[in-house]
Structures are given as structure tokens and as C-alpha cells.
């Protein structure tokens, strides 16, 4: 049976749990526009596993009305499931809706989930919203050490060299996946400062930390060298 707006309807309109999360699922399918029309049942869904996928899809379908999208997922961000509301956070910083930043800080502080948390900070990279800063430097002190590496990643997305500082620290943390998310955000704050650090990096007992901060080295004397042609 072909997939048609029609028959997705119906499926998101069945008492059967199933069928709906199959709707939603089905929803890829169609074309964007018509995708976004009935995406917006299906956030609204009784149940959180339908809620969660519809949501997830926002990232793309969102940008067919992005004022609509903005209104949709800060309702989301108040969702009762935490997933949810990770998700809901994902997608305002993938569609780069700014107008949301303060919602995101709002909702930073207000939770204790750290999915929650870690979602915000992830995705305030993606955001690029200056403001963002702050925030950014007050997840490097957080007790978990996954948000503390969003945080490290989405300084490094945001792109202020005023993080340099901050993150010197984290050159010798033990944990080698920080080390090595370091090495990225550096290669993005481009700088004398973060060559520093990254030429200590390069000789990290870990390959992966080692490898990353010598591509970034690399790159840096390519742009270099291209800068003085």
C-alpha cells in the first residue's frame, strides 16, 4: 500500500499505539510541507514514544514555518517527559532559532535531569548565540562530565577565544574523550593560545587525542601558509 497524507492521517488518528508511532515514522516520506502539517498532531500525541519521534523530526521539518516551529518546541520544552524536552532543545538550536536562548538558560537551571542539561548545552554550539558564553562556562563545572564535555564542544562551535582559558585545564583531565573533544574545539578557536595547547595534545599517550590535535595543527599551517600566498 502506498504511503499518502490520507493514510499517515489515519494512522495518527488510531487508538492503536502501533499505528501511530508507524504514522509518524511514515511522516519522512511525504514532502516536507505536508510533513510539517501533520507533525503537528503528532507532538501533541497522549503518549511520550509518540511525542518523542515527532519531535525529532522538527530539525528539518521546522524550516517550513520557523515562527510556528519556535512557538511548537518551547511548548515542548515544558513537556513532562524529559526526553521530550531534550529533543524539543535539539531541534531549536539545529533550526538556529535565538528567540529560544532564554528559554534554553531558563530550563538549564530549572531542571535536575541531566539529559535535559546535556541536550542544552549540546546544542548551544549549534546555536551560535553569542549569549550563550555564560552558560557555556558555568556547564564546564558541572558534576557530570558529559555535560561538561557539551560544554567544551559548544565552545568551541561558539567560537570566542576568551574560552581558551577555560579550557587550558582540561588538557590533562584524565578522561581521554575530554581530552579529544578538546583537541576539536580548539582546532575551531583558531589562535595562537589554542596552538599551544594543542601542540601538547599531539603528544597525548592516547592515539585518537594524538591524531585529533595534529590534523588540527596541520590544518592551522595549511591556513597559514595560504595566508601568505
Excluded at 513537556?79 to 536562548?101: M, R, S, W, Y
Aim: net charge negative; with cysteine; charged share 20%.
Amino acid at each position: 500500500m502506498s504511503i499518502t497524507p490520507e493514510s499517515v492521517q489515519q494512522l495518527l488518528s488510531s487508538e492503536n499505539l502501533g499505528d501511530r508511532l508507524r504514522g509518524v515514522n511514515q511522516i519522512r516520506q511525504l514532502e516536507p510541507v505536508i510533513g510539517f502539517g501533520l507533525i503537528q498532531r503528532a507532538v501533541t500525541d497522549s503518549n511520550a514514544r509518540v511525542r518523542y519521534s515527532a519531535v525529532s523530526q522538527m530539525d528539518t521539518l521546522g524550516e517550513q514555518d520557523l515562527d510556528l516551529s519556535l512557538n511548537i518546541l518551547r511548548g515542548l520544552l515544558n513537556d513532562p517527559e524529559t526526553d521530550v524536552q531534550a529533543a524539543a532543545a535539539d531541534c531549536l538550536g539545529a533550526l538556529k532559532l535565538h528567540e529560544a536562548f532564554e528559554d534554553l538558560q531558563q530550563l538549564y537551571h530549572s531542571s535536575n535531569e541531566w539529559i535535559v542539561k546535556f541536550s542544552i548545552i549540546a546544542t548551544l554550539g549549534a546555536l551560535g548565540d553569542p549569549r550563550a558564553f555564560e552558560l557555556l562556562k558555568e556547564a564546564l563545572s558541572s558534576d557530570n562530565e558529559l555535560v561538561q564535555t557539551a560544554a567544551i564542544s559548544s565552545l568551541g562551535e561558539l567560537g570566542n577565544t576568551q574560552a581558551i582559558p577555560l579550557l587550558v585545564p582540561y588538557a590533562t583531565n584524565p578522561d581521554w574523550q575530554i581530552r579529544y573533544r578538546l583537541a576539536q574545539a580548539l582546532n575551531l578557536l583558531k589562535s595562537a593560545d589554542a596552538k599551544s595547547i594543542l601542540e601538547t595534545l599531539a603528544n597525548d599517550q592516547v592515539e585518537a587525542v594524538a591524531t585529533e590535535a595534529k590534523i588540527a595543527l596541520r590544518g592551522s599551517r595549511e591556513q597559514g601558509a595560504g595566508s601568505r600566498e
